[in-house]
């Protein structure tokens, strides 16, 4: 899945930003049943391959998730010495005025863009897609070179900012 943000604002170009999304990452991961088995987050985006243990609804997660993020987002970008505050928010406001569901800021465009992963092949294309994102946006060489990535956690490096993505070695029960 493909989580957005609004006007594909280019926030998570600071740590303090993507901190706040790898950190409620764990939380899910921790608290609220979510696997990981692929993530790379770029500037403006989140892609995921992901599902959910049961109880969990994945809907159900992803909705906290980005409920949750939206809110310390909006908080840190207030807080932060961010030159680009007043434009940020605006953005956000902006996009709340057109929606039913947020009173003051819309962060994350409205669904996720989730495909449903029945196969193993096609499976894999998608984890070399999600990880070839950032070498394709020029920003990094090779693929595990890009810090908020799950490549790295393939590559058996260290260095891993999540390390609770679980890497595909066996066939596994559907993902979306």
């Not at 493909?2 to 901190?19: R, S």
């Not at 790898?22 to 990981?36: A, E, W």
């Not at 946006?137 to 490549?151: I, L, T």
Request: with cysteine; aromatic share 12%.
């Amino acid at each position: 899945m493909t989580l957005t943000l609004v006007g594909w604002v280019d926030l998570f170009t600071k740590k303090c930003y993507n901190d706040i999304v790898v950190n409620s990452l764990r939380f899910c991961i921790k608290n609220k049943g979510l696997n990981i088995y692929a993530f790379c987050l770029m500037t403006n985006h989140l892609h995921l391959i992901a599902n959910t243990n049961h109880p969990e609804e994945l809907k159900d997660t992803i909705r906290d998730f980005k409920k949750f993020t939206s809110k310390q987002l909006v908080t840190s970008i207030q807080e932060e010495k961010e030159s680009r505050r007043s434009w940020i928010l605006n953005m956000f406001a902006y996009s709340a005025r057109n929606s039913k569901k947020h009173k003051n800021f819309q962060v994350w465009q409205a669904g996720n863009h989730a495909i449903e992963l029945f196969t193993l092949d096609f499976t894999w294309n998608k984890v070399h897609y999600i990880h070839q994102n950032p070498v394709k946006a020029g920003f990094v060489n090779s693929p595990d070179e890009w810090r908020y990535s799950s490549a790295s956690n393939y590559f058996d490096k260290k260095d891993c900012v999540l390390d609770e993505v679980v890497c595909l070695s066996q066939p596994m029960r559907t993902i979306k």
